[in-house]
């Protein structure tokens, strides 16, 4: 069975602090994204990344970097978490296009509030 | 920009048709996506068109129309269970695959 997993389902952070949010799959998929949710707003994309070491930016990367040092991890970094981050943070996974990769495996998310 | 339109809420009673539209604007296109999220769970999904037509899986039907930059997502058959919010998402370009996601659009199942 296809598994996306977050580190965490829920998260309080003060603002200010370093917050990273760990997301795994086991599928061996080469793309990993990450997405906030916010209601009215549909899922927006933070960054993605098509390959170890590889990243990309999204539609909303500031405040945000990413890493991904092996093929099944993908992590998200808040350098400075700010209450306009509070939110809820899914991670996804895909395989290659080539090889039916137009489906999305999403994580239970992760809801984080920064007070 | 990129943006996608979709209705926010959809009503409808058990055993009915549904029909939820998504129109897009984006600077590239390989195909449609359709997800479904229940409350407090993860985006699923149901369906993908590249191709002009209808796709048709079990209850859930999904059609795409490149040239007029639309697609929509038809349930049929309704139960309760179809309760939930419903996402069309465009992949904007092969290599990398950058995923557009629409605002939602939550469906209410009645008795």
């Known amino acids: 069975d296809v598994k996306v997993t977050q580190s965490s389902r829920y998260l309080v952070k003060r603002t200010g602090e370093k917050v990273f949010l760990e997301c795994v799959q086991d599928m061996d998929h080469e793309n990993m994204f990450w997405y906030r949710q916010d209601p009215g707003l549909g899922l927006r994309l933070i960054y993605f990344?098509?390959?170890?070491?590889?990243?990309e930016k999204g539609d909303i990367p500031e405040g945000y970097s990413v890493s991904r040092e092996k093929k099944e991890r993908f992590s998200l970094i808040l350098e400075s978490a700010s209450t306009n981050q509070t939110s809820m943070y899914l991670c996804?996974?895909?395989?290659?296009?080539?090889?039916?990769?137009?489906?999305?495996?999403f994580g239970p998310g992760t809801r984080l509030t920064v007070l | 920009g990129q943006s996608l339109e979709q209705p926010s809420e959809v009503t409808a009673v058990e055993g009915a048709i549904v029909q939820i539209n998504c129109t897009y604007q984006?600077?590239?296109?390989?195909?449609l996506s359709w997800y479904q999220q229940h409350d407090g769970g993860a985006p699923t999904f149901l369906s993908y068109n590249a191709l002009d037509g209808l796709e048709e899986t079990g209850r859930f039907s999904s059609f795409l129309s490149r040239s007029d930059s639309y697609g929509y997502l038809l349930l049929q058959e309704l139960q309760m269970k179809d309760s939930a919010s419903y996402f069309c998402?465009?992949?904007?370009?092969?290599?990398?695959?950058?995923?557009?996601f629409g605002p939602g659009t939550r469906l209410s199942v009645l008795p």
């Open positions: 984006t600077s590239g296109f390989y195909g």
């Open positions: 990344s098509y390959d170890v070491k590889m990243k």
């Open positions: 998402a465009v992949i904007t370009h092969n290599y990398g695959q950058n995923f557009v």
């Open positions: 996804a996974s895909s395989p290659d296009t080539l090889a039916g990769g137009f489906e999305q495996f």
